[in-house]
């Protein structure tokens, strides 16, 4: 083949292959392009849905709770307070004593324990009352507000009468300082939470006086003592 | 029959079989054009309807952010309860000193009446109580309802004694399962 024949069919064929190797450039950049950008919207999809359905299960599990969170978180603030409890414990074990016929003294509340983000203090308290009504006394103290537990029962007898020396545990911590971003999910109370809540709020609280302001009144001798 | 010529002087004629090659070239060039074109413009309107959607899901986010922060008094009450409940737990699904009194005053209501009871102790994990019995038939229902018991793991008998004027004298001490 002659080179001027060689020239012709190299001029011939050069457009076709540099549109080939054009469209097989735009393709393969172009295609790049697009196929990472579809899968980087896929994804930005997906994880809105994600936090889309969190927040969706969020709203449900607070527009459900809202019906009585105000009565419950109030309940349950009460049953486990944030301060010391032990002075509204020994108030509702003096009342409940007194109410079932029990002699109750001799309290000793013992030191403040931090353990695992909350306090608990032990009180000491004798009993004088038959078997039958101390049990019932002890009983009882399982459904008053603040929430505590029996730790220790001892009770001897002479003929009827039981002295019993008794430990009560009762319980506070610090109020929660902080609430969760609105975006960030929250999970509704399962069954081993919904028991517990419904033990504190279940809990007789303490009795509290409110003394009615006095309402003002004309002073006719305002030097005088 | 037709006869074809060409009238190019020689040097300008291509070679037949290139011009036949960048034909073919051409058309499937063509071809592919218009397929890249569809797929572009296909890409193209799957990107504008991805990104309709991707819109469309950020304004019900947004939406529902609305409805949670109103609902902001309800999010401070529950994130309290919460809070109480995770702190709690560890503490109030132990076995408690107030379980265990049920159990007394149960297994107490089964003794004969005759039982003189001196002595009670419970704590979350034990009952142990002494006893006097005038008359051993007594004594031998009270081991005999406690050991029958399903509820306890172990019974102990830690002291048992005899006296003239008291009868029978025995201390029992139980084992919660």
Avoid: C
Avoid at chain 1, 110 to 129: P, Q, R
Avoid at chain 2, 2 to 12: A, G, S
Avoid at chain 2, 18 to 42: E, M
Avoid at chain 2, 55 to 83: C, H, M, Y
């Amino acid at each position: 083949m002659k080179t001027n024949e060689i020239i012709q069919t190299l001029r011939t064929l050069l457009v076709p292959i540099v549109g080939i190797v054009v469209l097989g450039a735009i393709t393969f950049f172009g295609g790049t392009f697009m196929y990472n950008k579809i899968v980087e919207l896929r994804d930005q999809i997906t994880v809105a849905r994600d936090e889309e359905s969190a927040l969706r299960t969020k709203l449900d599990v607070l527009t459900k709770f809202s019906l009585q969170g105000a009565d419950m978180s109030r309940k349950v603030a009460i049953a486990f307070p944030e301060n010391n409890s032990s002075l509204a414990v020994i108030s509702q074990l003096r009342l409940s004593a007194s109410t079932l016929g029990v002699s109750a003294d001799q309290i000793k509340v013992g030191k403040g324990i931090a353990e695992d983000n909350l306090v608990y203090v032990d009180i000491d308290f004798s009993t004088h009352a038959d078997m039958a009504t101390t049990l019932t006394f002890l009983e009882s103290l399982k459904k008053v507000a603040p929430l505590g537990l029996l730790r220790g029962v001892k009770i001897s007898f002479v003929g009827a009468d039981g002295e019993g020396v008794i430990t009560y545990r009762t319980y506070w911590s610090a109020l929660p300082t902080e609430v969760a971003p609105v975006g960030a999910a929250i999970s509704d109370f399962s069954e081993e939470d919904r028991k517990i809540i419904q033990q504190l709020t279940a809990l007789i609280p303490p009795e509290t006086v409110n003394v009615a302001p006095n309402t003002p009144g004309e002073n006719l001798n305002p030097f005088g003592l | 029959m037709k006869n074809r010529i060409n009238l190019l002087p020689t040097d300008l004629r291509g070679a037949s079989s290139a011009s036949k090659l960048s034909k073919t070239i051409s058309k499937i060039l063509v071809i592919l054009t218009v397929i890249l074109i569809v797929l572009g413009v296909a890409s193209g309107g799957y990107m504008f309807f991805l990104t309709k959607q991707f819109e469309a899901v950020q304004a019900n986010a947004s939406e529902i952010t609305g409805k949670i922060t109103a609902l902001g008094p309800a999010e401070q009450q529950f994130t309290l309860v919460r809070d109480r409940v995770d702190k709690l737990k560890p503490f109030i699904t132990k076995k408690s000193t107030g379980d265990s009194l049920g159990l007394l005053k149960d297994l107490i209501a089964q003794f004969p009446t005759t039982i003189k009871i001196n002595e009670v102790q419970v704590d979350e994990n034990h009952l142990e109580f002494a006893i006097n019995a005038t008359a051993s038939s007594d004594l031998v229902s009270v081991f005999s309802t406690v050991s029958s018991d399903e509820l306890f793991s172990d019974v102990f008998l830690e002291n048992f004694g005899y006296n003239a004027t008291l009868g029978y004298s025995a201390t029992l001490k139980m084992t919660i399962k």
